[in-house]
């Protein structure tokens, strides 16, 4: 599955589309070095108690993919219920009951869906939707007029995902409700997950997606504030977790509620003290060649993208799609380093916009130390992706290279 020309490279370089099925897996998938995927298959399959596992990395590192990949390494052992809050919940206005609720609708949704090869058993389905019932009376939901009492709490817990997401007074009024019955939502996601293990001969685990994509503020009253609700569920959970709240003074209290904090890193580009590194370099190159035929990419425009890209997966997706771009308005009919060239500019005047003198200053401190200091000017860099993280034996930061060349010029 490769596009053989450039106007078919545009879906294949799709930077929003992470890979989920098992064909794309299979086809697009890449081995990188320092992932910690097999760390948390092997603390989720071999630990008799539920774990709650947190996973960090920068926005676009390929956090999804690997958690695709973890899926499907566990499909065997676990019912897992992967979402993304961001398809569901508005990530500006976003709170530990949002997301508590929010998985027990994952699961009973994904639980119903299966009902008929899991046959659960119909007091419990009643009971929880007696408790789904109560809690959105008032949103204009109303009653169902399914005979079968999982499809009718599918429907009612289906509606009530879709209002919650995208109506504030549902939201508010839904909130308002069960954040004084937590302890009801909890036991109810506890007792459909019992039924489910009971039934599918499978742990259950919840993968919730998206959460580092909160901002910061957001991001610390979750997981800092209300760390221990989101701790509280009786299942196996992995939250992604945004990098830059890792460098902040929270992050001891956050880490006695979490079982495991697992970081994704960048493929280097280069070592720390500036030479080329080949085997993420490989890796940057294999993302590519799996989605473009041969001869649709100059050997030199290939590590122009890996060394532009700063070693972030969907970085390099962008800057491959909008190169072929750049290679099509030339009549090329394949991608040179010049239109990687033409790429990296057009990227590169965003964060010009964006950034300010301050921060130009802290980011040419930052290439000369290679380190960023715990306070909120660099944890503002790290989330805008203009500093990222690395990893050998010790971390270590630099500038994204795209942005290197604006403080090279205020120079």
């Known amino acids: 599955m490769k596009a053989s020309d450039l106007r078919q490279a545009l879906n294949y370089l799709d930077p ?84 508590i609720l929010s998985m027990a609708i994952a699961l009973i949704i994904q639980a119903t869906d299966h009902n008929l090869r899991l046959r659960l058993n119909e007091g419990v389905l009643t009971q929880i939707l007696e408790f789904g019932k109560d809690i959105s009376r008032e949103t204009e939901i109303g009653d169902t007029t399914s005979a079968e009492v999982a ?97 902040d003074n929270t992050i001891s209290q956050i880490r006695m509620n979490f079982h495991s904090v697992n970081i994704l890193p960048n493929m280097k580009v280069v070592s720390r003290n500036g030479e080329v590194y080949e085997e993420g370099v490989a890796c940057l190159r294999g993302i590519l060649n799996n989605r473009l035929e041969d001869g649709l990419i100059s050997p030199d425009a290939l590590d122009g993208l890996a060394r532009h890209s700063g070693g972030i997966p969907r970085e390099l997706v962008t800057l491959a799609r909008q190169a072929s771009m750049e290679a099509r308005k030339a009549d090329r009919t394949r991608i040179e380093l010049e239109d990687v060239e033409g790429a990296a500019r057009r990227v590169r005047m965003d964060y010009q916009v964006l950034l300010s003198l301050r921060q130009i200053e802290l980011l040419r401190q930052v290439s000369k130390s290679k380190q960023v200091d715990n306070d909120d000017e660099h944890r503002a860099l790290l989330h805008n992706l203009s500093v990222l993280e690395y990893r050998n034996d010790e971390a270590w930061h630099d500038v994204h290279p795209i942005v290197l060349p604006l403080v090279a010029a205020d120079e």
């Not at 760390?39 to 958690?67: A, C, N, V, W």
């Not at 992967?82 to 398809?87: E, N, Q």
């Not at 429907?155 to 508010?172: H, N, P, Q």
């Not at 954040?179 to 919840?206: C, F, G, I, P, T």
């Open 16 to 99: 929003d589309r992470a890979l989920h099925t098992e064909e794309e897996l299979r086809d697009w998938f890449v081995a990188r070095p320092g992932t910690p995927r097999d760390d948390m298959s092997m603390l989720l399959e071999g630990s008799d108690k539920p774990q709650k596992i947190l996973f960090s990395g920068h926005r676009g590192s390929g956090k999804t993919t690997e958690l695709a990949k973890l899926s499907q390494q566990l499909e065997d052992q676990f019912f897992v219920v992967r979402y993304s809050v961001k398809r569901v919940l508005n990530l500006s206005d976003i709170s530990h009951v949002d997301v």
């Open 151 to 247: 499809a009718e709490l599918n429907l009612l817990f289906g509606k009530l995902s879709i209002k919650f997401g995208i109506e504030d007074a549902t939201r508010r009024i839904v909130r308002e409700r069960v954040q004084y019955r937590m302890s009801d939502l909890q036991d109810n996601v506890d007792l459909l997950a019992r039924e489910v293990e009971r039934r599918s001969h499978k742990k259950v685990l919840a993968i919730v997606e998206d959460l580092d994509k909160t901002d910061l503020a957001i991001a610390r009253d979750l997981f800092y504030e209300h760390a221990r609700s989101l701790a509280e569920p009786r299942i196996s959970v992995i939250y992604t977790f945004p990098t830059a709240l890792r460098h």
